[in-house]
C-alpha cells in the first residue's frame, strides 16, 4: 500500500480531480465529454466498492460486529476485535471500511487514535433486525446472485430459465430479512386497512390465502393480528413451506395458520375471503393463470391483494435507485423464475401497474384499485 493511504477510519483528504482515463496514451476522442465520463468512472469505483463491501456487510452480522456496536458506544478496533475474538487487524479493516462506506461514524482524539462507533440510524438499519429500516439481510441476496452467477449465465445463453428453487438458499434467507421489515410496519397497520371492508372481515373471522408465501412472515404477521381468521399459506418450494411452518410456531400462530405445498393455479381450497400476492405475482410463469385461480377461489365478495415493487409503467418513470435494485434483481431472480416455468410471461419486477391491471382484466377481475404505497411497494386491491 502506499504510503499516502489514510490511517485507519480517516476519510481522503480529497477526492482524485482527474478521471483514470486520462493516463492512456493519446488525446481523448473528438468529441467525448471528458466531465461525463468523469462522472461513469465515479460511478463505477463507487458500484465496486459497495459490491466489496457488500461481504463486508454479512460478515459482520455472521462475527457478531453488528452487534458489538449496537450499543452505539464508540469503540476501538483491539477492543472489537476482543469482543467478537478475531485479530485486531481484521476489525480494524472492516471497521476502516465500514467508516469509508458511511456505514460507521469516527472520532479521533488529539493522540491520533480512533474510536468508531453506530449512530442510532445506522444501527437500525445494520443491528436491529426488529427495526422498520433493517436492511443488512438484503445483502443475503446479492451474495445469493453472485453464487449463482456461473449457472444464469448458462441458462441466459442457452435460452432458458431458472426456477427459484434452484438458488443458492441465501435467496431465500435475504427475501426473507429484506421484505420482513416492510410487512411487519406496514402490513397491518397500513395496508389491509386501505382496503375495502377487509380489516372488519378479518376481525370478525375469514378465510385468508397468502400464494406464494416463501417463509411465511407475511403469513404470520396477518395471523398474529386477526387471530379469529384462518390463514393458509402456499407455496411450491417445499423448503420454504418447512420453514414457514416453523416461523409461524416461533411466532405463537401456529394455531390458525396452515402452510402447503402447492403451486399458485392449483392450491387447494374455496370461498377465501382474502388473497394476497406478496412480491411474487411477476415470478410466476402465468400471472393471468394465477389470477385466474384466485379469481375461481375467492368468495363472492372477497377481494384480492396485490402487492408489487413500486413502479410506473414507462422505463423514465423507472431510472431511480429503488428501480436499479429490482431491474437487477429481475435480470437475475424474477424473469429466469418465469422463464423457467409454463408460459414463462415474465413481467419482471418493475412491471407497473397499467400490466398489472391488464393482467387482473384477463383474469375476470372488474376493478382494480391502487390502495396505498410506500417508497418500496405499491398495494392494489382487486375485486370481482
Known amino acids: 500500500m502506499s504510503s ?12 482524485p480531480t482527474a478521471a483514470p482515463t486520462e493516463a492512456a496514451s493519446g488525446p481523448p476522442p473528438a468529441g467525448l465529454d471528458m466531465e461525463r465520463l468523469q462522472a461513469l468512472v465515479f460511478q463505477a469505483v463507487t458500484d465496486i466498492g459497495a459490491a466489496l463491501n457488500g461481504a463486508l456487510v454479512i460478515l459482520g452480522t455472521d ?7 449496537a450499543d452505539g458506544q464508540p469503540i476501538t478496533a483491539a477492543e472489537l476485535a476482543a469482543r467478537c475474538g478475531v485479530p485486531t487487524p481484521y476489525a480494524d479493516q472492516w471497521l476502516s471500511a465500514q467508516a469509508a462506506s458511511g456505514n460507521i461514524d469516527t472520532e479521533t482524539d488529539s493522540t ?3 474510536t468508531f462507533r453506530l449512530s442510532p440510524e445506522q444501527a437500525m438499519i ?3 433486525q426488529d427495526s422498520p429500516a433493517y436492511l443488512a439481510g438484503g445483502y443475503h441476496i446479492v451474495r445469493s446472485v453472485y ?4 449457472q444464469i449465465e448458462e441458462r441466459m445463453e442457452a435460452g432458458q430459465g431458472f426456477g427459484w428453487h434452484e438458488h443458492d438458499p441465501e435467496l431465500f434467507l435475504g427475501t426473507e430479512q429484506f ?16 382496503l375495502e371492508g377487509v380489516h372488519d372481515a378479518l376481525t370478525a373471522g375469514a378465510r385468508v390465502a397468502d400464494v406464494g408465501c416463501g417463509h411465511g412472515v407475511s403469513t404470520a404477521v396477518m395471523a398474529a393480528r386477526y387471530p379469529a381468521s384462518s390463514f393458509f399459506g402456499f407455496d411450491y418450494h417445499e423448503a420454504s413451506v418447512e420453514r414457514a411452518t416453523a416461523h409461524a410456531a416461533e411466532q405463537g400462530v401456529a394455531g390458525n395458520t396452515a402452510f402447503i405445498r402447492a403451486a399458485a393455479d392449483s392450491y387447494p381450497g374455496s370461498d377465501y375471503d382474502l388473497i394476497c400476492f406478496f412480491d411474487c405475482l411477476h415470478d410466476m410463469g402465468d400471472p393471468v393463470g394465477a389470477l385466474k385461480h384466485a379469481r375461481e377461489a375467492l368468495s363472492p365478495d372477497g377481494t384480492v391483494m396485490l402487492v408489487e415493487p ?3 409503467d414507462a422505463l423514465a ?3 431511480n435507485p429503488v428501480g436499479r435494485i429490482f431491474y437487477a434483481a429481475s435480470t437475475m431472480i424474477c424473469t429466469p423464475s418465469s422463464l423457467a416455468q409454463d408460459v414463462g410471461a415474465a413481467l419482471g419486477a418493475q412491471a407497473g401497474p397499467g400490466r398489472l391491471q391488464k393482467a387482473a382484466e384477463l383474469a375476470g377481475f372488474t376493478r382494480f384499485r391502487r390502495a396505498t404505497e410506500t417508497p418500496v411497494n405499491m398495494v392494489l386491491e382487486l375485486r370481482p
Open 317 to 319: 418513470d423507472n431510472l
Open 147 to 150: 453464487e449463482d452467477l456461473p
Open 112 to 114: 491520533g487514535a480512533v
Open 126 to 128: 445494520f443491528a436491529d
Open 179 to 194: 421484505f420482513r421489515p416492510g410487512y411487519r410496519t406496514h402490513l397491518v397497520d397500513e395496508w389491509l386497512p386501505a
Open 4 to 15: 499516502t493511504t489514510p490511517a485507519a477510519g480517516q476519510a481522503p483528504t480529497a477526492a
Open 63 to 69: 462475527l457478531g460486529f453488528w452487534s458489538a456496536l
Open 310 to 312: 413500486i413502479a410506473g
